[in-house]
């Protein structure tokens, strides 16, 4: 079994030890990078420390769509601001998701 962690900044995991969590067993961290044009406030610092960590490592959008009245973001527009967010995808990186 391959054990992996998907985590945002809303989870509440605000001080993840990533060098103590591949010790444990964990192979991958899975992280949001935006909430649909809003980059999440915490996957810079993270998407960096999984990588020091030798974690595989990947990245997510959280799409928004329309609720009710309320508008969302066009699709295109949260699409580059993903990809603003995680910069060049390098060699081990999973593909964004």
Known sequence: MIL???TA???GNTTIDWTAAKAAGLAFAILRSNYGDAADTLFARE???VATA???RGAYLFLRYPRGA???PEPEAQAK???RAIG???PGDLPPA
Request: charged share 25%; no cysteine.
């Open 81 to 83: 601001a993903m990809i």
């Open 47 to 49: 998407w960096e420390r």
């Open 54 to 56: 030798t974690l595989v």
């Open 4 to 6: 992996g962690l998907d």
């Open 88 to 90: 060049p995808i390098h």
């Open 9 to 11: 900044s809303v989870a």
């Open 70 to 72: 309320k508008k969302a």
